[in-house]
């Protein structure tokens, strides 16, 4: 029988989480959140390509202030979810794997999440 | 008498496999996307649109977004498996999943053909 008064310790306002963990949650973050406006990506995509009105239309939406917030939100999401990602696939070929390294590689995926969200929000804001 | 040892199946492992294929089929096309898009930008909707006119390019865009809707796919269903402890309830959330992911695979195909 397995022990049923394992100590449990889950709230999540007092856990302080190692930087990889934060990089690893902050990854299903940004996987759910893209699942969740991929109708909205899908159909501004349709929309620059069916038409020049549609385009233009486009164009306008990502210009306006809910356009300029939903498309930084996604980039970070993206960019987030695409470093944090290429980290895992060198994880999984055992590089980096030592607790100093792990670490570093955290702050470099953060960090370039973080830069490029910038430089897409400098050139759309 | 067959003995199941429940780590000895391999269950899993192909969509461990798929969801690290599928993201290498995406950063590739992906890098290869974006750096094509900053040395020749398409300034109108004209040159846009040209971009996804040959074949090639609208199967390999094809080919990403499959890639991205079945690697959602997984993703989705770890998340659901982590935090959705009812049966019931991560069956029926799993299957509304399943079907966006196929509506969204044949809006792609719609979106990507009727340039």
């Not at chain 1, 930084?72 to 999984?92: E, Q, Y």
């Not at chain 1, 670490?103 to 953060?110: A, E, F, G, K, Y």
């Not at chain 2, 079945?70 to 019931?88: K, N, Q």
Request: charge should be positive.
């Amino acid at each position: 029988m397995p022990p049923t008064n394992r100590p449990k310790y889950l709230n999540l306002t007092q856990i302080r989480l190692p930087v990889p963990a934060l990089v690893s949650i902050l990854h299903r973050i940004s996987g759910f959140g893209m699942f969740t406006f991929a109708w909205a990506m899908l159909w501004l995509l349709q929309l620059t390509l069916q038409s020049p009105e549609g385009y233009t239309q486009a164009a306008g939406f990502a210009q306006s202030w809910v356009g300029k917030l939903f498309l930084t939100g996604i980039g970070w999401a993206f960019m987030h979810h695409f470093f944090a990602g290429l980290r895992f696939l060198l994880l999984d070929a055992h590089i980096g794997t030592e607790l100093q390294s792990a670490r570093r590689s955290s702050w470099v995926v953060l960090a370039l999440g973080i830069a490029g969200t910038l430089v897409l929000g400098v050139s759309l804001w | 008498m067959v003995t199941r040892v429940v780590t000895g199946a391999h269950y899993g492992l192909k969509d461990w496999l798929i969801q690290r294929v599928s993201a290498v089929v995406m950063a590739t096309y992906v890098v290869l996307f974006v750096a094509a898009m900053l040395v020749c930008t398409p300034a109108n909707y004209e040159e846009w649109r040209d971009v996804f006119a040959p074949q090639w390019m609208r199967l390999a865009t094809l080919l990403f977004f499959l890639s991205l809707f079945w690697h959602a796919w997984i993703g989705m269903r770890d998340i659901l498996m982590d935090y959705v402890s009812s049966t019931a309830a991560r069956l029926g959330l799993q299957v509304v999943v399943v079907l966006l992911l196929v509506a969204y695979a044949a809006w792609a195909v719609q979106i990507l053909w009727s340039i």
